[in-house]
């Protein structure tokens, strides 16, 4: 590993472009038509498609359209891929996506980043499921495929920021009998099983059940990190009617980590030199720890009307807990005895409450000699947040710093975490925060012409939100944070113009809105940011759909973002509280293009490369490195002749130089650092040992890089990590 730090005045260098990979990706299915054409009839890997086609309603507009109509940026990871791969969490997949990075505040607490902005729109069956405590960690058992739209998503999110949609779609039962079993193991300690069982309840199918179960037992590559994770889901779905579909599930996620870490591993030493700490770093003891759980119950009602329309119900209740006692480090160590690190401890111990309805009509109506689709909805979110008031009880091994307590770690270097725990009690008091959004919408696709379709939409939000106090007797006490947006409207209009059959040009304008809750110098509140994404480009796609090739320029942008007002001192308001402004012009402009799917019979290619320029308000502090150029590979090949029972595959992805501002220097004023630019290798491989049994071995970062995940709050990234598995199927 490389990185430098240099003074905030320096000058920054010019991003590395790489898009030579990605250009000849998008050239290779020409290249390669006649000869798939002439093995039509060879034999193929099963559901090797990564990219569906079919017309069931979008995640974007709801309307009967494929990705290949749909005129914006989109990814999709099918189960295959899932399993194939080794893409057990969430985390897993969003590095497999072009331009998505991924990052981390620490064990916990992923970023995600598209488009220079923050992704914090998570969906499971076209429902949001954003919360503070039940958003993190999701397991990719529960679900069939994993779709990512990237820019604006405001028409069905509502509230949000233009970065991209994470839409988890659930496993749903099927007619016949199906069951999977899996095992693995790997790196630290690494152990995984996973169920998958599908039974129909009744001879003919009409009634059915499938039941996922996944456990996972793990330590890392930190010291002291532990970790064990519960995943169980069970759906009942049944036809009412020939026309009338309902399901009834439960889904419950139990995370339980111990010596997880909180903050960040020191860059400098005492004397102003790279700390060069080991990556196994923990400034947690093997006492702290993190537990997130979370459990939902959902519906879904379907009615079909003829052959053309669609009336669908979605409906959930979500309740998760969040316990923490974590400990965050401060200093710099002394590169000869170790010493001149302490830690201070924090805790939290809150609930969440999340219900959500989302009801809409689809289907196809006919006008002026064409067929053209329509889409009327609305959604109901409520969000009720418990936060409860602690008090921590330290041991006495802790010192005082000024008003608060410290433990002086003596030397870093061999600190093993075995210190006296903190613990925590309930006072009583808690706060109660309760945020409401609904909202209508509407989008139509107008075939204007044989070639030429028009998509509109628009939808009408309301959003409102605030907080109640009450003391240790649990009286109320004081509302604070009352905030209200009303008839917020957000549109949504793109063209889409088939060249050929296979290939089609889009342009597209969405905007979305964020509420936020910031006065200016004269106590007014500020009004919502306004994301928009303006975006153009082509899709391709070949041999059936099974191969798509895109290319995409793009601008994101958020107006009236709240920065701190400088000109008035801090805590000038009547409240307590400090002054903002909203800024225009915090954007991202770039471009990306992708291929994924089968280009031969056996041969898959997943490729990406996005470049992306970010400007951004000076205070506007991101606390993630997102790079500005992007570049994603993953490749598979089933082998011809006696070897056709195996598929190799591998891939890598490389970032550009990324730079984190403003970091403290033990010598005196801050530093910027530069990591330089950096690839991860992964490999894997699958033998099918018969028509049941399946094995399987991934490497990512093959190479071992060391490399930070993130700068401005600075961790490692995971080393060497090797997994194989064992599959049974029915």
Same mark, same amino acid.
């Given at each position: ?14 991003? /590395? ?51 290949? =109509? ?280 809150? =609930? ?327 690839? /991860? ?50």
């Amino acid at each position: 590993m490389s990185f430098r730090s240099v003074p905030p005045a320096s000058v920054r260098r010019a991003p /590395l472009g790489v898009a030579l990979l990605a250009a000849l990706s998008l050239a290779s299915p020409l290249a390669l038509a006649d000869s798939l054409d002439a093995a039509n009839d060879a034999k193929t890997l099963d559901k090797v498609n990564v990219v569906s086609t079919q017309r069931a309603p979008s995640s974007t507009t709801r309307l009967p359209i494929s990705l290949q =109509e749909t005129p914006q940026s989109s990814t999709v990871l099918g189960l295959d891929r899932l399993q194939d791969e080794a893409l057990f969490s969430i985390n897993d997949v969003l590095r497999n996506v072009t331009g998505v990075s991924v990052s981390f505040y620490d064990t916990q607490r992923p970023l995600y980043y598209a488009r220079g902005f923050a992704i914090t729109d998570f969906q499971v069956d076209g429902i949001p499921t954003y919360s503070g405590s039940t958003n993190q960690e999701y397991d990719t058992a529960f679900y069939d495929r994993i779709e990512v739209i990237r820019g604006a998503n405001g028409l069905l999110s509502g509230a949000g920021i233009p970065s991209a949609t994470v839409n988890l779609l659930r496993k749903r039962p099927g007619k016949d009998f199906d069951a999977s079993f899996a095992v693995s193991a790997g790196s630290w300690d690494f152990r995984r099983m996973e169920a998958d069982v599908n039974a129909p309840l009744t001879a003919d199918g009409r009634f059915r059940s499938r039941v996922v179960a996944a456990y996972t037992d793990r330590e890392l590559y930190y010291d002291r990190y532990k970790e064990d994770k519960m995943a169980g889901m069970a759906v009942l779905e049944g036809d009412l009617t020939d026309s009338t579909t309902l399901s009834v599930g439960y889904q419950t996620q139990d995370n339980n980590p111990v010596g997880s870490t909180w903050g960040t591993v020191p860059f400098f030493d005492s004397q102003g030199n790279f700390a060069h700490l080991p990556r196994e770093t923990n400034l947690s003891p093997k006492w702290s720890y993190w537990q997130r759980e979370t459990s939902t119950a959902f519906a879904n009602l379907e009615q079909r009307f003829g052959e053309n329309w669609l009336l669908k119900i979605n409906t959930a209740y979500t309740r998760g807990n969040v316990q923490n006692v974590r400990l965050y480090g401060t200093g710099n160590p002394d590169p000869v005895t170790g010493a001149g690190i302490f830690l201070r401890a924090a805790a939290g111990d809150s =609930e969440d409450t999340r219900r959500n309805v989302d009801a809409y009509l689809s289907g196809t109506f006919p006008l002026f000699g064409r067929d053209h689709d329509l889409t009327v909805g609305a959604q109901w979110a409520d969000l009720e947040s418990t936060t409860n008031t602690i008090a921590l009880s330290y041991p006495t091994d802790w010192a005082r710093c000024g008003t608060e307590r410290c433990y002086y770690i003596p030397n870093v270097y061999g600190w093993n975490g075995d210190i006296s725990e903190v613990t925590y009690t309930r006072t009583g008091a808690r706060r109660v925060a309760h945020t409401t959004q609904s909202g209508f919408y509407l989008a139509t696709r107008l075939r204007l012409a044989d070639p030429l379709s028009l998509i509109a939409g628009a939808r009408l939000s309301r959003w409102e939100t605030l907080t109640r106090a009450y003391n240790a007797a649990g009286a109320y006490t004081a509302t604070s944070g009352a905030y209200k947006v009303s008839d917020e409207v957000t549109p949504y209009v793109g063209l889409v113009y088939d060249i050929t059959p296979n290939v089609s040009a889009y342009a597209s304008y969405t905007e979305i809105f964020n509420p936020q809750n910031f006065k200016d110098r004269n106590e007014n509140l500020l009004a919502p940011v306004q994301g928009s994404n303006l975006e153009a480009g082509v899709k391709t796609q070949w041999f059936d759909g099974r191969l798509t090739a895109n290319a995409a320029l793009f601008e994101a942008k958020q107006d009236n973002y709240a920065v701190r007002d400088m000109s008035v001192p801090d805590n000038s308001l009547s409240d307590g509280s400090s002054a903002y402004i909203g800024v225009n012009g915090t954007k991202a402009r770039g471009w990306e293009m992708d291929i994924n799917g089968e280009v031969m019979p056996g041969w898959t290619v997943n490729a990406g490369f996005t470049h992306v320029k970010v400007t951004r308000a000076p205070t506007d502090m991101l606390y993630a490195n997102p790079p500005e150029d992007l570049l994603q590979l993953n490749t598979s090949v089933r082998l011809p002749g006696v070897l056709d029972r195996l598929t190799v595959g591998g891939g890598f992805s490389w970032q550009s130089e990324v730079e984190g501002y403003n970091i403290p220097y033990p010598l005196g004023g801050t530093r910027t650092v530069k990591q330089p630019a950096y690839m /991860l290798v992964n490999l894997h491989a699958n033998y099918a040992i018969n028509d049941s049994w399946t094995a399987s071995l991934n490497v990512r970062n093959a190479l071992d890089k060391t490399y930070w995940a993130n700068l401005d709050y600075n961790n490692y990234g995971e080393p060497r990590f090797v997994s194989a598995s064992l599959r049974w199927k029915f």
